[in-house]
């Protein structure tokens, strides 16, 4: 009894000793975090400021730990920079906006739509100015928008045209003795690649040029528009990079002149009529959406449904970074449900995943359809599994800029027989029956080989039938463009993969007309709880496994771990974009 005493008394003190050093550490971080009350002054500037994550949602918890130790601060909802430009636009107290990002942490779809959404603003006569020490491609194409762009005079401006680098593995196979099983079909299913071959195809070479022109051709067109140069001359100065410094920028209409920041904020002021000496008003657009500007404030009764499937599909429950098919059907039954919903809007942002999860999506989307229009409004991807999701809505929108189709699928299994027999290592195995096993230590056999080649066929039969019942064409027809092709939305307009070119917002008002309301609000779905070991990662004084490894290894070798990394944990057969096409 004694011992048992001691023991609960142990247990129950250092209990006590955790909830003390618990509350010790709130109070430290809530004197630290202490909160300010943000108020928008008159005669203020809008500050445009890109550089934290944009996500298509990014719902603020309401957890007050998490406003107190900034997890929130480290990302920003699509949606509320462009509810907030919407209010801006009416904001007595918002006389324009100046756009300082020196990158924009979001993707070309997205940074398309925020552009365009500033161009409205335009339209009310306010004005838009842009300052950088240092532009991107990226974010120059965003800063084209204002009606004046000027650069720091020892500045550059990196304006070179697309291009997109893909790693291969093949001799890394070859010399570690860790190696790939690949079955895919789809010859332009290049996901797989990196471990079959040791440089890229012509088919692939061939797709990523033509949608990495297709994009190219979509910024430069609306660069030509807002700075009145032709697309002849914005192509020789990316050829000769005739913007590579303050004195060819100008030269080149790129900008329209070199300043300090302070000679930058004196223009700002004259836009305002203010003196040289009077204070500078500006206000971020994080403070603006904190202020209520995020959200565009309806009395309406009726309600269109925005469904966010955000990020690669998993097989599980999925997150605000994973799509799985359990909070996704959660949120669409949720959705239905709802008698004030009237119409559903699903905002696909993904490179696909796991053919399972996109299948039981699929069906709950079916099931729905019975009873509530979908539109589907697609972000910077929805490819593969991402468009498996889309393929049955009763329209599609895309951007011009959109990445989508990749219609294919594929399996990939490690294989560890060759580095298993180089360092001694035998695998012996004792099985009840003849069915087709494996073992990572043994060279894949036919039989098994059969086997997984035969899932992989049966699952690209029943995406070519997906697609061909949701978007009225032959099967014939869909494999036609099917083959894990990847197009641009503006290619995929015209091959009849999507129904439009238009964003989040032209979707939302066409499932508005398909059910005949004109007054209604958005309600925005699935809800996100974070889970104690998720918020504690994202503390800014913790380093994840993530960080250490980006010290150790930098950010290049990283990036070949972290891809190795995520092939080996493919489950089952998987319709997915490549992981390594990145655009820069």
Same mark, same amino acid.
């Given at each position: 009894?004694?011992?048992?005493?001691?023991?609960?008394?142990?247990?129950?003190?250092?209990?006590?000793?955790?909830?003390?050093?618990?509350?010790?550490?709130?109070?430290?971080?809530?004197?630290?975090?202490?909160?300010?009350?943000?108020?928008?002054?008159?005669?203020? /500037?809008?500050?445009?400021?890109?550089?934290?994550?944009?996500? $298509?949602?990014?719902?603020?918890?309401?957890?007050?730990? $998490?406003?107190?130790?900034?997890?929130?601060?480290?990302?920003?909802?699509?949606?509320?920079?462009?509810?907030?430009?919407?209010?801006?636009?009416?904001?007595?107290?918002?006389?324009?906006?100046?756009?300082?990002?020196?990158?924009?942490?979001?993707?070309?779809?997205?940074?398309?739509?925020?552009?365009?959404?500033?161009?409205?603003?335009?339209?009310?006569?306010?004005?838009?100015?842009?300052?950088?020490?240092?532009?991107?491609?990226?974010?120059?194409?965003?800063?084209?928008?204002?009606?004046?762009?000027?650069?720091?005079?020892?500045?550059?401006?990196?304006?070179?045209?697309?291009?997109?680098?893909?790693?291969?593995?093949?001799?890394?196979?070859?010399?570690?003795?860790?190696?790939?099983?690949?079955?895919?079909?789809?010859?332009?299913?290049?996901? /797989?690649?990196?471990?079959?071959?040791?440089?890229?195809?012509?088919?692939?070479?061939?797709?990523?040029?033509?949608?990495?022109?297709?994009?190219?051709?979509?910024?430069?067109?609306?660069?030509?528009?807002?700075?009145?140069?032709?697309?002849?001359?914005?192509?020789?100065?990316?050829?000769?990079?005739?913007?590579?410094?303050?004195?060819?920028?100008?030269?080149?209409?790129?900008?329209?002149?070199?300043?300090?920041?302070?000679?930058?904020?004196?223009?700002?002021?004259?836009?305002?009529?203010?003196?040289?000496?009077?204070?500078?008003?500006?206000?971020?657009?994080?403070?603006?959406?904190?202020?209520?500007?995020?959200?565009?404030?309806?009395?309406?009764?009726?309600?269109?449904?925005?469904?966010?499937?955000?990020?690669?599909?998993?097989?599980?429950?999925?997150?605000?970074?994973?799509?799985?098919?359990?909070?996704?059907?959660?949120?669409?039954?949720?959705?239905?449900?709802?008698?004030?919903?009237?119409?559903?809007?699903?905002?696909?942002?993904?490179?696909?995943?796991?053919?399972?999860?996109?299948?039981?999506?699929?069906?709950?989307?079916?099931?729905?359809?019975?009873?509530?229009?979908?539109?589907?409004?697609?972000?910077?991807?929805?490819?593969?599994?991402?468009?498996?999701?889309?393929?049955?809505?009763?329209?599609?929108?895309?951007?011009?800029?959109?990445?989508?189709?990749?219609?294919?699928?594929?399996?990939?299994?490690?294989?560890?027989?060759?580095?298993?027999?180089?360092?001694? /290592?035998?695998?012996?195995?004792?099985?009840?029956?003849?069915?087709?096993?494996?073992?990572?230590?043994?060279?894949?056999?036919?039989?098994?080989?059969?086997?997984?080649?035969?899932?992989?066929?049966?699952?690209?039969?029943?995406?070519?039938?997906?697609?061909?019942?949701?978007?009225?064409?032959?099967?014939?027809?869909?494999?036609?463009?099917?083959?894990?092709?990847?197009?641009?939305? /503006?290619?995929?307009?015209?091959?009849?993969?999507?129904?439009?070119?238009?964003?989040?917002?032209?979707?939302?008002?066409?499932?508005?007309?398909?059910?005949?309301?004109?007054?209604?609000?958005?309600?925005?779905y699935p809800s996100y709880k974070?889970?104690?070991?998720?918020?504690?990662?994202?503390?800014?004084?913790?380093?994840?496994t993530e960080k250490v490894l980006?010290?150790?290894?930098?950010?290049?070798?990283?990036?070949?771990?972290?891809?190795?990394?995520?092939?080996s944990k493919l489950n089952g057969?998987?319709?997915?974009?490549?992981?390594?096409?990145?655009?820069?």
């Open positions: 009894m004694k011992f048992l005493r001691n023991l609960f008394a142990s247990i129950f003190g250092t209990l006590i000793a955790l909830g003390i050093i618990l509350v010790l550490f709130l109070l430290i971080a809530a004197a630290f975090g202490e909160t300010k009350q943000i108020t928008v002054a008159n005669n203020s /500037v809008l500050e445009i400021k890109l550089e934290t994550l944009v996500k $298509d949602y990014a719902p603020k918890s309401d957890n007050p730990l $998490d406003e107190i130790l900034g997890i929130n601060d480290k990302k920003i909802g699509l949606n509320s920079i462009i509810n907030a430009i919407e209010n801006a636009k009416i904001d007595s107290r918002i006389k324009g906006i100046s756009i300082t990002s020196l990158g924009v942490n979001a993707g070309i779809a997205q940074t398309q739509a925020i552009r365009n959404k500033l161009l409205e603003f335009k339209e009310t006569g306010k004005f838009i100015k842009a300052y950088a020490d240092i532009y991107d491609q990226k974010s120059y194409y965003f800063s084209s928008v204002a009606d004046s762009i000027f650069m720091n005079p020892v500045g550059a401006i990196d304006f070179k045209g697309l291009s997109s680098e893909i790693l291969f593995y093949k001799d890394l196979e070859e010399k570690s003795g860790v190696k790939m099983e690949v079955i895919r079909h789809g010859k332009y299913k290049s996901a /797989v690649e990196p471990f079959l071959y040791n440089e890229m195809s012509a088919d692939n070479r061939n797709q990523i040029t033509e949608f990495l022109t297709s994009i190219w051709n979509e910024m430069i067109v609306e660069i030509s528009k807002s700075r009145n140069i032709s697309t002849e001359n914005l192509n020789a100065i990316a050829d000769n990079l005739f913007a590579r410094n303050a004195t060819l920028a100008i030269k080149n209409k790129i900008v329209d002149g070199a300043l300090y920041q302070d000679e930058y904020n004196n223009k700002l002021k004259q836009a305002l009529g203010l003196t040289l000496d009077d204070d500078l008003n500006k206000i971020s657009i994080l403070d603006y959406i904190s202020t209520g500007k995020g959200r565009v404030q309806s009395s309406a009764s009726d309600k269109i449904a925005v469904i966010y499937a955000q990020g690669e599909i998993i097989y599980g429950k999925g997150n605000e970074d994973l799509i799985g098919q359990d909070l996704i059907i959660k949120a669409l039954k949720k959705a239905r449900n709802n008698s004030s919903v009237k119409a559903i809007v699903l905002r696909v942002n993904s490179p696909g995943g796991s053919a399972l999860a996109a299948e039981l999506i699929w069906r709950e989307l079916e099931l729905t359809k019975k009873e509530l229009p979908i539109v589907v409004s697609m972000g910077n991807v929805a490819a593969s599994g991402g468009y498996y999701l889309a393929c049955n809505a009763d329209r599609i929108f895309a951007e011009p800029t959109t990445i989508t189709g990749s219609i294919g699928v594929f399996g990939v299994i490690p294989n560890f027989s060759k580095l298993a027999n180089n360092i001694g /290592v035998n695998a012996q195995q004792v099985s009840t029956n003849k069915g087709a096993n494996y073992s990572v230590f043994e060279p894949m056999t036919d039989e098994f080989r059969a086997v997984t080649i035969e899932g992989v066929e049966a699952v690209y039969t029943t995406f070519l039938e997906r697609v061909s019942t949701g978007r009225n064409m032959t099967i014939e027809a869909v494999d036609k463009i099917a083959q894990g092709r990847v197009w641009s939305g /503006v290619d995929a307009l015209n091959n009849g993969l999507v129904d439009e070119l238009g964003n989040l917002e032209d979707a939302i008002l066409f499932a508005a007309e398909l059910v005949e309301i004109t007054d209604f609000k958005v309600r925005n974070k889970e104690l070991e998720d918020r504690f990662k994202s503390l800014p004084f913790v380093k994840t980006i010290e150790e290894l930098g950010e290049e070798n990283y990036k070949i771990y972290q891809t190795i990394k995520e092939f057969i998987q319709a997915r974009l490549p992981f390594e096409i990145n655009i820069n």
